[in-house]
């Protein structure tokens, strides 16, 4: 065969070689992830497998605890996967190749993504307490810790703004929550007033409506069943951290740092778990129902 002829039979069939390129490019696009896949297993039982990358979609199956699948690709901190040999899914990928008790089953929390935000940090010392060396950011960041550790028991991931005495400005929190689709924001403060002794109680904030509402108060109410301190309620404030939130969220003031009997239970080492507590069952029942 020379090459006019070869050329003419090009020149002929020009659009059906230019399909037949296209359709092995493609299939070898598909068929190469399903051979190098790596495995993982999933650490909780009755994991959701669902239809696209989002706790909201289309449950499609089910793996039991320990099972192993196939990873073909991630986003967004999901595993789309192959199972049952042919099947393809999502899953989270946080609650892959790591261990929870045995039985333990996946709720909405554990599809969750959730950012903590310890206000203030570093130069930055947030209010004061009465004899002036007590710092807001450090009571902060220790009730932070607490939450971050019982939400992570239960199979969310859990996102911290800052995870030690570290300044973080107040633009970037709310993006880290907006930039990870998180499910929800959750800032913890402590009040304080211009006169010692003389404003008392927890306060949780909202600004917008968009389930930020819903989170406050079902959160609020996990408060009012485990602090002891006066509650305030739940109310609107216009927090910059809330303000350019574009996901649920909401800032608690929990308590005043400057009040003697706010102090005393604030600072006391029951404290940071009764708060993770609360926050732990208002984020179930708010996850649950929305």
Same mark, same amino acid.
């Given at each position: 065969?020379?090459?006019?002829?070869?050329?003419?039979?090009?020149?002929?069939?020009?659009?059906?070689?230019?399909?037949?390129?296209?359709?092995?490019?493609?299939?070898? &696009?598909?068929?190469?992830?399903?051979?190098?896949?790596?495995?993982?297993?999933?650490?909780?039982?009755?994991? &959701?497998?669902?239809?696209?990358?989002?706790? %909201?979609?289309?449950? @499609?199956?089910?793996?039991?605890?320990?099972?192993?699948? !196939?990873? =073909?690709?991630?986003?967004?901190?999901?595993?789309?996967?192959?199972?049952?040999?042919?099947?393809?899914?999502?899953?989270?990928?946080?609650? *892959?190749?790591?261990?929870? &008790?045995?039985?333990?089953?996946? %709720?909405? =929390?554990?599809? !969750?993504?959730?950012?903590?935000?310890?206000?203030?940090?570093?130069?930055?010392?947030?209010? =004061?307490? @009465?004899?002036?060396?007590?710092?807001?950011?450090?009571?902060?960041?220790? %009730?932070?810790?607490?939450?971050?550790?019982?939400?992570?028991?239960?199979?969310?991931?859990?996102?911290?703004?800052?995870?030690?005495?570290?300044?973080?400005? /107040? &633009?970037?929190?709310?993006?880290?929550?907006?930039?990870?689709?998180?499910?929800?924001?959750?800032?913890?403060?402590?009040?304080?007033?211009?006169?010692?002794?003389?404003? %008392?109680?927890?306060?949780?904030?909202?600004?917008?409506?968009?389930?930020?509402?819903?989170?406050?108060?079902? @959160?609020?109410?996990?408060?009012?069943?485990?602090?002891?301190?006066?509650?305030?309620?739940?109310?609107?404030?216009?927090?910059?951290? =809330?303000?350019?939130?574009?996901?649920?969220?909401? /800032?608690?003031?929990?308590?005043?740092?400057?009040?003697?009997?706010?102090?005393?239970?604030?600072?006391?080492?029951?404290?940071?778990?009764?708060?993770?507590?609360?926050?732990?069952?208002?984020?179930?029942?708010?996850? *649950?129902?929305?």
């Amino acid at each position: 065969m020379n090459k006019e002829i070869i050329l003419n039979f090009i020149k002929r069939n020009v659009i059906q070689i230019i399909i037949s390129i296209a359709f092995i490019i493609i299939a070898v &696009a598909l068929v190469t992830p399903l051979f190098n896949s790596k495995k993982v297993y999933v650490g909780l039982d009755q994991v &959701a497998i669902r239809s696209s990358a989002s706790r %909201t979609s289309k449950k @499609i199956g089910v793996l039991d605890q320990y099972q192993s699948v !196939s990873v =073909l690709s991630e986003t967004n901190n999901w595993y789309r996967i192959r199972y049952d040999d042919s099947k393809i899914g999502w899953i989270p990928s946080w609650i *892959t190749n790591r261990s929870f &008790a045995k039985g333990q089953k996946q %709720t909405p =929390l554990s599809e !969750s993504i959730i950012v903590i935000d310890p206000g203030h940090g570093g130069t930055d010392s947030g209010a =004061l307490g @009465i004899d002036q060396s007590h710092e807001e950011k450090n009571y902060t960041l220790k %009730t932070s810790k607490a939450i971050e550790t019982k939400l992570d028991q239960a199979g969310a991931k859990v996102i911290m703004t800052r995870n030690n005495d570290s300044f973080v400005d /107040l &633009a970037p929190r709310p993006q880290i929550a907006n930039k990870s689709n998180a499910d929800a924001f959750i800032s913890i403060h402590y009040d304080s007033s211009n006169t010692n002794n003389s404003g %008392t109680g927890d306060t949780t904030y909202y600004y917008h409506d968009n389930g930020s509402i819903q989170l406050a108060q079902a @959160i609020n109410k996990q408060l009012i069943n485990y602090i002891p301190l006066y509650n305030r309620g739940v109310k609107f404030a216009n927090y910059q951290v =809330l303000r350019d939130n574009k996901r649920p969220a909401i /800032l608690i003031e929990g308590g005043y740092i400057n009040t003697d009997s706010d102090f005393k239970v604030l600072s006391s080492s029951s404290y940071p778990k009764k708060v993770s507590t609360a926050v732990y069952k208002g984020l179930t029942n708010f996850l *649950t129902n929305n």
